[in-house]
T-cell receptor, first 116, second 111 residues
Framework: DGGITQSPKYLFRKEGQNVTLSCEQNLNHDAMYWYRQDPGQGLRLIYYSQIVNDFQKGDIAEGYSVSREKKESFPLTVTSAQKNPTAFYLC???????????????FGPGTRLTVL | EDQVTQSPEALRLQEGESSSLNCSYTVSGLRGLFWYRQDPGKGPEFLFTLYSAGEEKEKERLKATLTKKESFLHITAPKPEDSATYLCAVQAQGGGFKTIFGAGTRLFVKA
């Protein structure tokens, strides 16, 4: 069964605590993304990775970190430096066609993070 | 600056009442425009990709169209199960692998 899995579905963080959100895919896609979704706003890009062992900052990378050690996995760590982390976090992947990387992104089910 | 604006923010329809959602975009060069459906508490589900002005795509009661400045998502005879948030996104020339998303239109269809 192909797809993107994110875990956990719900996550609660205490002040000063780092937490890691998991994203796994078996679509054999090269590119992976992390977005943050807040009510009334468009998805905002946190980090993205086009290939294993390489990743780039998005528009709101401060307070977050990522790794890409395997093609299938792109975990996101929300550090204590992120002052307002309560949000819905979405992981996405994108394949590459013969005409280039103009393809749509596919999304996982999301993780809702709440700060206590 | 590349930008995507969706309108209206929310739309309430009676079952069977057809309407359209708008996505206006300002980009330096459009590589692709995407429509997604998102149900509450879930990830967006891909619907359509449009690449050039004049292009149209259909899926069941949904039809997406594209001009040089905007895209419309037409919903014909909607049913309550069409209730969701519809997201528009664009990939711009020079944007690398980044995609810009609009804030979405929340659609409510009443039986």
């Amino acid at each position: 069964d192909g797809g993107i899995t994110q875990s956990p579905k719900y996550l609660f963080r205490k002040e000063g605590q780092n937490v890691t959100l998991s994203c796994e895919q078996n679509l054999n896609h090269d590119a992976m993304y992390w977005y943050r979704q807040d009510p009334g706003q468009g998805l905002r890009l946190i980090y993205y990775s086009q290939i294993v062992n390489d990743f780039q900052k998005g528009d709101i990378a401060e307070g977050y970190s990522v790794s890409r050690e395997k093609k299938e996995s792109f975990p996101l760590t929300v550090t204590s430096a992120q002052k307002n982390p309560t949000a819905f976090y979405l992981c996405a992947t994108k394949g590459t066609s013969a005409i280039g990387s103009y393809n749509e992104q596919f999304f996982g089910p999301g993780t809702r993070l709440t700060v206590l | 600056e590349d930008q995507v604006t969706q309108s209206p923010e929310a739309l309430r329809l009676q079952e069977g009442e057809s309407s359209s959602l708008n996505c206006s975009y300002t980009v330096s060069g459009l590589r692709g425009l995407f429509w997604y459906r998102q149900d509450p508490g879930k990830g967006p589900e891909f619907l359509f990709t449009l690449y050039s002005a004049g292009e149209e795509k259909e899926k069941e009661r949904l039809k997406a169209t594209l001009t040089k400045k905007e895209s419309f998502l037409h919903i014909t005879a909607p049913k309550p199960e069409d209730s969701a948030t519809y997201l528009c996104a664009v990939q711009a020339q020079g944007g690398g692998f980044k995609t810009i998303f609009g804030a979405g239109t929340r659609l409510f269809v009443k039986a």
